[in-house]
Nanobody, 124 residues
Framework: QVQLVESGGGLVQAGGSLRLSCAAS????????MGWFRQAPGKERDFVAAITRSGGMTYYADSVKGRFTISRDNAKNMVYLEMNSLIPEDTAVYYC?????????????????WGQGTQVTVSS
């Protein structure tokens, strides 16, 4: 089992940056692909980014490509999401998740464990 705790959210002006962190506990972290999703009020939870077990491959939603970077440190059981050039449309609760499967890592249904989320608000 994997427990996930996100941090680093907050209020930022458009054009600014934030770095989200996800601390994972449990022995299966390094055997899980990791992803970030986000959910705005009244909307579905959407894929943002994912990273494979070794960190060798990363995947991004088109809306964040070139602005966000996902990374992981398996020695520290940490996953990060560096967010630059933030826009108001990035406002949402951001969730870290762990995927034990070998799928595309882009769908909510693929993920086995979820954090509680951290709020990101981008003001215009």
């Amino acid at each position: 089992q994997v427990q996930l705790v996100e941090s680093g959210g907050g209020l930022v002006q458009a054009g600014g940056s934030l770095r989200l962190s996800c601390a994972a506990s449990g022995r299966t972290f390094s055997s899980s692909a990791m992803g970030w999703f986000r959910q705005a009020p009244g909307k579905e939870r959407d894929f943002v980014a994912a990273i494979t077990r070794s960190g060798g491959m990363t995947y991004y939603a088109d809306s964040v490509k070139g602005r966000f970077t996902i990374s992981r440190d398996n020695a520290k059981n940490m996953v990060y999401l560096e967010m630059n050039s933030l826009i108001p449309e990035d406002t949402a609760v951001y969730y870290c998740a762990a995927d034990k499967s070998y799928g595309r890592h882009r769908y909510v249904s693929e993920y086995d464990y979820w954090g509680q989320g951290t709020q990101v608000t981008v003001s215009s």
